[in-house]
């Protein structure tokens, strides 16, 4: 698989894992508020930051790729410009050096 379609895919499943962790966590904040019982809000809490957490680092992961496919744009894009600039100096233009005056003394 290619980074670019790791990328495409990875970025709007942790997007929503963490909106979903959100949502879970507002729910366990009123499921507490209300008085329901602790195992029931505190087991939701723990899932709600399990979903977040892992949203988060599957959208870093997808960051990566992003940066990655950024980095192999650029370097395939000057190693183009240096690749013309060699192909477009022809051999038999050597530049010459002037020669020394006669005159002038080191």
């Known amino acids: 698989m290619s980074t670019r379609t790791k990328w495409m895919i990875l970025t709007p ?4 894992l963490f909106s979903f962790g959100l949502i879970n966590l507002t729910e ?3 499921q507490r508020r209300t008085g329901q019982p602790t195992q029931v809000w505190v087991v939701l809490g723990i899932y709600s930051l399990v979903l977040i957490n892992s949203g988060l680092v599957i959208f870093g992961e997808a960051l990566r790729f992003r940066t990655m496919v950024n980095i192999r744009r650029e370097t395939r894009r000057s190693m183009r410009q240096i690749m013309r600039k060699v192909n477009t100096k022809s051999p038999g233009k050597a530049k010459s050096k002037k020669a020394k005056s006669p005159t002038k003394t080191d």
């Not at 499943?13 to 929503?16: A, D, E, K, P, T």
């Open 13 to 16: 499943i942790g997007l929503i």
């Open 28 to 30: 366990a904040t009123y």
